[in-house]
């Protein structure tokens, strides 16, 4: 018994460890170069997985949930259609692009529309990853790399969070928190008027 709860002090130890390692990391704007040799110098458990960009996350899942399908209005044969684009993208790695051609194949002009209304809402400043969305805004080229190495270090943050504790409420908390810090940086590159901007591109909430 003592020895088990040896083990799981010194598991938990590690993951406050890489929780640390992590929102540093951001906090203090590290290259992903610097996150990375701190990366090979945590545990080999804590290992980073490579996984798919936020905005092609974002689409999989919103496009899963019952009342995003109802807020857009989705058929019975564009259900079908997007259930096997799901079950053909599931636990591989997918470009924004091969995404984007296949749920467009699928969806209305006006759904496509509203469903990049409902990814700006659902990744709050995160969708400045969007391409469409950073286009809308008129961005300079200074705010673009202020931005993209913002974005940058968050996923890579992200990740060494994720690979080192799963499912336990230590990440589940320090995820917020690095989240909630990367919109607060990405926040402050925006000017009051592409702030407003923004929120604009998110339209009506969803639900109402």
């Given at each position: 018994?003592?020895?088990?709860?040896?083990?799981?002090?010194?598991?938990?130890?590690?993951?406050?460890?890489?929780?640390?390692?992590?929102?540093?990391?951001?906090?203090?704007?590290?290259?992903?170069?610097?996150?990375?040799?701190?990366?090979?110098?945590?545990?080999?458990?804590?290992?980073?997985?490579q996984?798919?960009?936020?905005?092609?996350?974002?689409?999989?899942?919103?496009?899963?949930?019952f009342?995003?399908?109802?807020?857009?209005?989705?058929?019975?044969?564009?259900?079908?259609?997007?259930?096997?684009?799901?079950?053909?993208?599931?636990?591989?790695?997918?470009?924004?692009?091969?995404?984007?051609?296949?749920?467009?194949?699928?969806?209305?002009?006006?759904?496509?529309?509203?469903?990049?209304?409902?990814?700006?809402q659902?990744?709050?400043?995160?969708?400045?990853?969007?391409?469409?969305?950073?286009e809308?805004?008129?961005l300079?080229?200074?705010?673009?790399?202020?931005?993209?190495?913002?974005?940058?270090?968050y996923?890579?943050?992200?990740?060494?969070?994720?690979?080192?504790?799963?499912?336990?409420?230590?990440?589940?908390?320090?995820?917020?928190?690095?989240?909630?810090?990367?919109?607060?940086?990405l926040?402050?590159?925006?000017?009051?008027?592409?702030?407003?901007?923004?929120?604009?591109?998110?339209?009506?909430?969803?639900?109402?």
């Amino acid at each position: 018994m003592v020895r088990r709860l040896n083990g799981a002090t010194m598991k938990l130890r590690g993951q406050f460890v890489l929780v640390s390692i992590a929102l540093s990391a951001l906090s203090m704007g590290q290259a992903p170069y610097a996150l990375e040799m701190q990366r090979r110098s945590a545990p080999a458990s804590a290992s980073v997985r490579q996984t798919n960009s936020p905005e092609v996350s974002e689409t999989i899942q919103l496009l899963s949930r019952f009342d995003v399908q109802k807020d857009l209005a989705i058929t019975a044969e564009e259900y079908s259609q997007l259930s096997t684009i799901a079950s053909r993208l599931s636990g591989q790695l997918v470009s924004e692009d091969s995404v984007r051609t296949s749920v467009a194949a699928v969806l209305t002009a006006a759904q496509a529309k509203r469903l990049t209304e409902l990814l700006v809402q659902s990744m709050g400043y995160g969708s400045l990853a969007l391409a469409d969305v950073r286009e809308k805004l008129n961005l300079t080229d200074t705010q673009q790399s202020r931005i993209s190495d913002t974005i940058t270090q968050y996923d890579n943050a992200k990740r060494l969070l994720r690979s080192s504790a799963a499912s336990t409420q230590a990440a589940t908390q320090a995820l917020s928190s690095l989240k909630l810090q990367a919109n607060e940086l990405l926040a402050k590159v925006l000017t009051a008027d592409q702030d407003k901007a923004l929120r604009a591109l998110a339209g009506k909430a969803l639900g109402s």
